[in-house]
Every structure is written in C-alpha cells, then in structure tokens.
C-alpha cells in the first residue's frame, strides 16, 4: 500500500509501530544530482523512496526536529525496518506513540541506500 497521511494515518490506526530516525534535512552542498544527472533526493526522502519500495501495508512519515517519525501498520513492515535498520535503542513514550524505537538510519547510511535504490554516486 502507499503512503498516508500523518494525521489520517493516526486517526485511523490506534495500533501501529513507531520508528524514529535522527539524520540531516538537507544533503551536503556539491551533492544535488548523482552520477547520471538525477536530483538526488534528501536522507527523509531518500527513505520514503526506501518506504514505498518495500513496505506492503499502509504507513506514514513525517519530518520532525532532528530526523524524522515513520508510523507502520503491519508487524510484517515493522520486521522489514528492522532487518534493514535495525533497532539500536530502548523504545521511549513519544508524542507519536507508546513505543517509539530509534533505528539506525544516518546520514552516513546515505550511500549505501541511494544505491539500493538505483542512484549512482
């Protein structure tokens, strides 16, 4: 399924899992397009590109101070972020759930995923 909206996801999923990303808003200067001209996009969006490659159930994100939150529907889209992710923290009471779990997405994880999905760097 695609992506939701934050608000309609929220209202319409009393049970979901939260994930929590601290990376950059915008890429380092120098780095608009790859090596093919494409405009690369940012880390947020670089990952809702991941998202919409991936996941199967219905999920949103949405860009917060520091990172961003990504809300999934299905333990089945939960166990994909975490295998490619991984968790690497406690989950934390958050305004956006009763568990939001930190996982490692940085910046510095960039690269790697740019190229998963088809971006030369």
């Known amino acids: 399924m695609a992506k939701v909206g934050w608000n309609d996801f929220v209202g319409k999923h009393s049970?979901?899992?939260t994930f929590i990303a601290r990376v950059s808003?915008?890429?380092p200067k120098g780095q608009e397009l790859d090596k093919n001209g494409r405009k690369l996009p940012t880390p947020y969006a670089l990952f809702v590109e991941w998202c919409k490659a991936y996941l199967t159930g219905e999920w949103a994100a949405t860009k917060v101070?520091?990172?961003f939150l990504l809300?999934?529907?299905?333990?089945?889209?939960a166990?994909?972020?975490?295998?490619?992710?991984?968790?690497?923290?406690?989950?934390k009471?958050?305004?956006a759930g009763k568990s939001t779990y930190p996982i490692g997405y940085r910046d510095s994880q960039?690269?790697?995923l740019a190229g998963d999905l088809?971006?030369?760097l």
């Open 71 to 77: 809300s999934v529907s299905t333990n089945e889209d």
């Open 65 to 67: 101070s520091g990172g």
């Open 25 to 27: 808003a915008s890429l």
């Open 15 to 17: 049970k979901r899992i």
């Open 93 to 95: 009471r958050t305004p």
């Open 118 to 120: 088809g971006y030369v």
């Open 110 to 112: 960039y690269g790697a």
């Open 79 to 91: 166990k994909a972020i975490q295998d490619e992710f991984k968790i690497i923290g406690e989950a």
